[in-house]
Structure formats: C-alpha cells, structure tokens
C-alpha cells in the first residue's frame, strides 16, 4: 500500500566529525499529504463539525458585535452540505444559540444566519471562556462519526475573568479527544500569550485582529482551510538512539512555535507529537535538536521517526510510516563542510520563537537590561533574516521601552503577532511549551 501521508527529514549537518567530543545538530522533520491524495478530489475531503464560541461580553461594543455576526454567518456559508455547526455565545454564562445542526442545503444556512443574528440579545457579564469551552466540548461529542473533524473557533475581545489555568487545562484536555481550537480575538486587553497556549495543545491557529470588519476575513479563511482536511488523527512519534542527547524542540510549519526542553519519559525515549488533521494543501514541520558524542567513522542512526494517521475516505484506519533519520560519521573535510541551508533557515526563524518568550519573562521580571538586549538581538535576527520591515518595528519598540520604560499589553500582543508571521506563508507563533 502507498504512503498516503508522506514522511521525510532533513538534518544540518549530514555529516558529523569522528574528532569532536560533541556536535549538536538540528533535525527537521516534515509532514504532507502525498500528490495522490490531494488530487484525490472532494471525495477524501472530510466532514467538519464546526464550533463557534463567540465573546457577547459586556466590553463588546455594539459595532463589534454586529462585525462578529457577520463573520459568523460568513463562516457558515463556507460549510458545505454534511458538515455540521455548533454556536455559542459566552459571557458570565454561556447561550446555546444554535444546537448542533446538519448543514443540508441553502435553507440550512439561513436558518443558521438567522439565530446568530439575536445574540447581541445576550450581551453582557464576564468573560468565562472555561465554561464556553466545556458546552462546546459537550456539543461536539454529541454528533457521532469517526469521519468527522472537529474544531472549536474561539473569539473573544478581552481577558477572561475565571482560572486562567483551569481554562488552559480544559483545552489540554479537549485536544486530547482529537478536537482542534483556534482562537482570535481583538482590543487592548485581548491576552495573546495566553489565547495561544488555548490553541497549542491541539495544533491550532491563534490570530491578532486589529479591527472589527477584519474578523469576516480570519473566520473565512479558517473555516475554508479546516474544510480541505484529509486526514486526521496525525502525530509523529520521535525515538533518539542511546547516548543521543534530546534538546530542545519547535513547530516550524504552518505555525511556528517554541515547543520547549524535550524531556524523554522513561526508557523508550520517545515523544510524541500531535497534528491532528492535515489539511490538503499545507505541509507540517517541525525542528529538533539534539547533540551526538564521538563515534568512529560510519552511519548511524539518531532518531526513529514514525507517522501515523487515518484517512476515513480511503478506509484507512492506523496507516503508518517509519523513517531512519541517520548521520555519518566520516574525516572528509569536504563532506564535513556541507551545510543544509533549509534547515538553518527554519531554525532561524523558529528560534524568534523563543527570543520573543524571553523578552516577556524579561520585562515581566524587571529585568530592563535583559529586555533591551533582547530587542535588539531581534532586531538583527530579523535583519540577517532580510526583513527590514521586523528590523524597524523592533528599533521603534527599543526607543519606546527605553522612554517609557515598560511596553503595554497591547504592544506585545501587536510584537508578538508581527513577530512570528512567516511573509510567505502567514505562519504564526504560538507558545506550545507543554506539549513536549
């Protein structure tokens, strides 16, 4: 049988010295459907349950909330017939405002729109997304099917006003059903760090609005992209060899995010990765790193890497592939010279990821110095990088750090969404450091 869903890598430096102690290397692993299966048509596109979970707290202006409606029944529009959709609207308490509901035709949609169209009748109170999360979970285990991907789409205006740590570990707990959440969100008090640790567990989007009639752009687009999924539940499963050294670990692709210090648990030395649903069109990446001791000249291999996923429309349930992400050992100075640049590339622009982390835990801890020397090693990543348009929002943000001496929520909120797009492909960052 074909591999439906390809795995493949790509290691820095192929070839590693017998004269070091030590050499670190970085090791990219990538995920795509194969040509076959995204050719493949509508037929192995799968059924999607959406959730929207809307934010009708009292800080919603009336312009904002009739913005959110019309995102809301746009996202609708691009569901197609056998999809299903869920919404709700959350404040101090949560209104189930259309029940799960089969999407069969125009008619469908419309009665949708219809009910969106009233929940600015329940506006105001807190913001208690732990509670929103909880009925969207319930609603989402209500439509049975093993075909169907389910994603919740969170939006809110503002910072939550019960446990934020309660909050976060519904949605580990979510994630682990397989269910997927993005979370967007606008205004000076929108939390952007703690939105993406919302969306981290499961793979998914975070996104900064700037302004109300933008919020019809971001729902479509996701609701499009979650709607060209072709397989589901996908994870990589990564096992270093004895004596290789675990590091550290990031989402390259289509998000980049700093996922943290690799802890291997217990004896398999293995962690594992999840993907959750890959969409037709994306490819899904992800770096390591890792440092091997002295060896005599020879192959060996530093990491088992396996896929597994199930494509429902071809059947497949438990597909799987394995690949020997294997280095030589070898005196060839010339060989020893070659550099894989895709790699570096990706590592370099992943590892903003967690400059930026610093910069936070920084400026939260006072440490001004600390916090300016961040800046402006950021400043000449991005220009190393090329991109002088980064390299002036960070000189701009120095100045204003170093007058004011503090940045408002808002500016890292704007800093960390421009910070972590990708130009080419509008990847983003989102703080994943509980996964591994």
């Not at 670190?24 to 037929?43: C, D, I, Q, Y």
């Not at 209104?95 to 009665?111: M, N, Q």
């Not at 704007?414 to 983003?428: A, F, I, L, M, N």
Request: charged fraction near 25%; hydrophobic fraction near 40%.
């Amino acid at each position: 049988m074909a591999e439906e869903i390809l795995l493949d890598y790509a290691v820095n430096r192929p070839n590693v010295s017998t004269q070091r102690d030590e050499t670190e290397l970085k090791v990219l692993v990538k995920v795509n459907a194969s040509n076959a299966l995204r050719a493949g048509g509508m037929e192995v596109v799968l059924p999607i349950h959406l959730a929207l979970v809307l934010d009708v707290s009292s800080s919603m202006k009336s312009s904002e909330i009739d913005a959110l409606k019309e995102a809301a029944r746009a996202a609708v529009d691009e569901l197609r017939p056998g999809d299903f959709v869920t919404v709700l609207a959350f404040q101090s308490v949560v209104y189930d405002i259309v029940e799960p509901t089969r999407i069969e035709d125009s008619s469908t949609k419309a009665l949708v729109s219809s009910k969106i169209d009233v929940i600015d009748q329940f506006q105001g109170g807190g913001t208690d997304m732990e509670y929103a999360l909880d009925k969207a979970e319930h609603h989402l285990l209500m439509v049975p099917g093993d075909n169907l991907v389910r994603k919740i789409m969170l939006f809110t205006d503002g910072q939550l006003t019960g446990n934020p740590e309660t909050c976060i570990k519904r949605a580990a707990e979510i994630s682990q059903r397989g269910y997927s959440i993005d979370a967007f969100g606008f205004g000076a008090e929108f939390d952007y760090k703690f939105m993406q640790r919302i969306a981290s567990f499961s793979n998914g989007y975070t996104e900064k609005i700037d302004k109300p009639h933008e919020i019809r752009r971001v729902f479509e687009r996701r609701v499009k992209a979650a709607a060209s999924s072709i397989a589901k539940n996908v994870r990589v499963d990564l096992t270093f060899t004895p004596h290789v050294r675990a590091q550290r670990g990031w989402r390259s692709s289509p998000e980049i995010a700093y996922m943290g210090k690799i802890r291997l648990p217990g004896e398999d030395r293995t962690i594992s990765i999840p993907i959750g649903a890959v969409e037709r069109d994306k490819e899904y990446a992800f770096i390591v790193t890792c440092s091997v001791p002295k060896r005599p000249a020879g192959n060996i291999r530093i990491v088992k890497a396996e896929l597994f996923y199930d494509v429902p429309a071809m059947q497949i349930t438990g597909g799987s592939s394995l690949q020997s992400i294997v280095i030589n050992y070898t005196d060839d100075a010339q060989a020893l010279a070659l550099i894989n640049g895709e790699v570096e590339r990706a590592f370099d622009e992943a590892e903003i990821g967690r400059m930026v982390e610093g910069l936070d835990r920084a400026m939260n801890a006072g440490a001004r110095e600390d916090a300016a020397a961040l800046i402006d090693k950021l400043t000449e990543r991005y220009r190393e990088l090329g991109d002088e348009e980064m390299a002036a929002h960070y000189v701009g943000l120095k100045q204003k750090y170093v007058s004011q001496g503090a940045l408002s929520q808002d500016d890292m909120n704007t800093t960390r969404h421009k910070s972590t797009q990708k130009r080419s492909s509008g990847v983003q960052l989102v703080d994943a450091s509980s996964l591994i």
